[in-house]
């Protein structure tokens, strides 16, 4: 049932591009594996072979961590709605911080938002699907405020703060790169 690709054709794309939530996995050599529900606004498929997406503010930064050690990635979509399919893209990526040269130019691509704390970019080196036959269908709601509303209350420098105290070593004791 499961087909390969070498890139993300424009179907895929499109399957993408109509999802609301999607799933990162990250792991190290050693520690812990995370897989992490991301949603919002936060994606956009640059070419066949490129993803970015915005990375929010979170109780944890184990992607980061993950990145800077082993590079590795896989972003895993499914459709909860319509026709049954499952997404998953393997490649490598690397973390892009407001520090970098590329944020001016990549951070154009996403709704402002004052949680904005790296952008990940993905070379996508393998795109696989399979049925989602076993996937239940979920409505889509809307999304969440609670995490504007938390960064609004927090102010830029209370956000950077908890940055600091929360978000620059993973759970494994690894740095974020913050």
């Known amino acids: 049932m499961a087909k390969r690709y070498t890139e993300v054709s424009d179907t ?13 996995g990250t792991a190290d050599v050693d520690g812990r594996v995370n897989v992490s529900p991301k949603g919002s606004d936060s994606l956009r498929v640059l070419g066949p072979n490129r993803i970015v997406w915005l990375n929010l503010t979170g109780s944890g930064n184990e992607t980061a961590a993950h990145m800077a050690a082993k590079n590795r990635i896989t972003l895993m979509f499914c459709s909860f709605e319509k026709k049954p399919m499952i997404l998953r893209l393997y490649g490598s990526g690397r973390i892009v911080h407001s520090k970098d ?3 001016g130019e990549l ?3 996403f709704p402002e938002n004052l949680g904005a704390r790296q952008i990940v970019d993905v070379a996508v080196d393998l795109a696989q699907t399979s049925c989602g036959y076993q996937i239940p269908f979920y ?7 609670t995490l504007d509303k938390w960064g609004e209350n927090k102010g830029r420098d209370g956000i950077e703060q908890y ?3 929360t978000n620059k070593i993973s759970l494994d004791g690894k740095p974020t790169g913050i």
């Open 12 to 24: 895929l794309r499109e399957f993408i591009e109509q999802q609301n939530i999607f799933f990162v």
């Open 139 to 145: 409505e889509y709601k809307g999304e969440r405020e």
């Open 163 to 165: 940055w600091e105290e």
């Open 107 to 109: 951070i154009t691509l």
């Open 101 to 103: 040269a590329e944020w």
